[in-house]
């Protein structure tokens, strides 16, 4: 997305679900400034590979911010 938008910056904010296994079970974009759907849908996909260290007490849900701005 770079090479089509060299200035692309903004905050993709991904809420994902952890399950008792300690892999991600769900995974949604919550805040995309980016103005880049291609962007927030590639950090879900690759979220939704992670593997944790299992949860004590079930399933725990996150919501994680990633900034992005554009270097000089």
């Known amino acids: 997305e770079l090479k089509k ?3 692309l910056a903004g905050k993709v904010t991904v809420q994902f679900t952890i399950g008792t296994v300690g892999r991600v079970t769900s995974a949604k974009i919550t ?6 759907s291609a962007v927030g849908n590639c950090i879900k996909q690759r979220i939704s ?6 949860p004590q007490g079930g399933d725990v849900t996150v919501a994680y911010p990633f900034v992005f701005t554009a270097s000089k």
């Open 5 to 7: 938008n060299p200035k």
């Open 31 to 36: 805040v995309n400034s980016t103005g880049s």
């Open 49 to 54: 590979m992670w593997r944790f260290p299992r």
